[in-house]
């Protein structure tokens, strides 16, 4: 299992990089090419989506992509350092806010779900990750 770590600061200007990284590595590792564009569309929308919650809570630790090749599959994880409170507990900022926040994360899930056919999101006290996998081909076996 290889696996290839990517952190960077908190910055928009970051997320391309990420992507282009993800990308590359997905490639080398067997995704097919076919579905390189919506690896890269759901990586950006992943490390936009931890950019926009580290800046919004003011954390000034990186975020953590890992780029994971195993046997038959590609796994890309992005995780962020954000808290999340539990469902229902809306003590920790006004309600407005927080709605606005929660359908802007609602529609980033959902376009990473909808590229993304295996996909895990994980959030706590301590921070989120969102966990994409994709099937791959071993090098030199043509998909027909």
Known sequence: MATVELRFSALPEHVRTA????AAVARRAGVDE???DEVRLAVGEACS???GLHQVAGIAEPVRVALIEEEKQFSIEVGDE????VPGDRTSGGAA???VDAEEDEM???????????V??????HGGLIRMTWPTTPPGVALT
């Not at 954000?82 to 409170?85: I, L, N, V």
């Not at 895990?120 to 006290?125: F, I, L, R, Y």
């Open 19 to 22: 992507r282009l990284v993800a």
């Open 49 to 51: 989506r931890a950019v």
């Open 97 to 99: 806010e927080l709605d």
């Open 120 to 125: 895990e999101v994980t959030a706590g006290e």
């Open 34 to 36: 076919a579905v390189l």
């Open 82 to 85: 954000a808290p999340r409170s």
């Open 108 to 118: 980033g899930l959902a376009v990473i779900s909808g590229l993304v056919d295996d």
